[in-house]
């Protein structure tokens, strides 16, 4: 299955570094956090002691919750923001940065009916193994070909 990671966006002023770099630092200066509705549940039982907010309209939500200052940092996957120019221009008109903070993993899969699923598996492992070629490097030609800005 892939695994779409889920990191923290910090604000920073210009380009001077924030003093908080780990998510027991949020959590132990009761920092809210915005998170998206849809993984409320999850999210809360991997951290249970974070000040969530997670407001009812998923990402348009999130930024006008951070806008009104009701959370500090945003819980947004660096896949949100990677093919969708609308959303990045969100991000960096609020000089959000990404960190490597890991606050939850959401494994997906592909929809494929189920005799077809171990071809599937084969041809997905002997493309990586044989060529080279995954969904990683996949997106990031799809990007270059497409001329997406991913930063």
């Not at 299955?1 to 604000?11: C, Q, W």
């Not at 006008?64 to 990045?88: N, S």
């Not at 990404?98 to 929809?111: Q, S």
Request: a negative charge; hydrophobic letters at 45%.
């Amino acid at each position: 299955a892939y695994v779409a990671n889920l990191a923290a966006f910090l604000t920073q002023t210009g380009l001077a570094e924030t003093d908080i770099a780990t998510m027991r630092q949020v959590i132990d200066r009761n920092i809210a956090i915005c998170g998206h509705p849809a993984l409320e549940k999850e999210i809360r039982l991997i951290w249970p002691k974070a000040h969530w907010v997670f407001p009812p309209d998923g990402f348009a939500g999130m930024f006008e919750a951070y806008d009104k200052g009701d959370c500090k940092v945003l819980a947004i996957g660096r896949q949100h923001t990677i093919m969708d120019v609308d959303f990045l221009a969100k991000v960096c008109k609020h000089g959000l940065v990404y960190t490597d903070v890991l606050i939850h993993e959401n494994p997906i899969a592909f929809p494929i009916r189920p005799q077809l699923a171990s071809a599937f598996s084969y041809w997905m492992y002997l493309g990586e193994k044989t060529h080279g070629i995954d969904l990683e490097s996949a997106k990031q030609a799809f990007i270059k070909e497409n001329e997406f800005k991913t930063q």
